[in-house]
């Protein structure tokens, strides 16, 4: 079974989103992590720190102007 979780970190500062969405990954293992971002720059990091560790990231944009990244492995 593959597991999914989700990630808030809407209100969080830099490098607070990309810390967390790098420990809730390595947590996880495998499987898929929905990260909700209000922020661009915390979007970026989130992807870039997803890619780095082999996770694949999707990122679309909702229409409350939050990003939502799903990362996959």
Do not use: Q
């Given at each position: 079974m593959i597991e999914t979780k989700t990630l808030d970190v809407r209100g969080l500062s830099c490098p607070e989103p990309a810390?967390?969405?790098r420990e809730?990954?390595?947590a996880l293992g495998s499987?898929?992590?929905t990260v909700l971002s209000d922020s661009?720059?915390?979007r970026t990091n989130i992807e870039r720190t997803g890619n780095r560790i082999g996770w694949k990231a999707?990122?679309?944009q909702d229409d409350d102007e939050?990003?939502?990244i799903t990362l996959t492995k």
């Open positions: 810390m967390l969405t809730a990954l390595f499987g898929t992590l661009f720059t915390s999707e990122v679309n939050t990003y939502r």
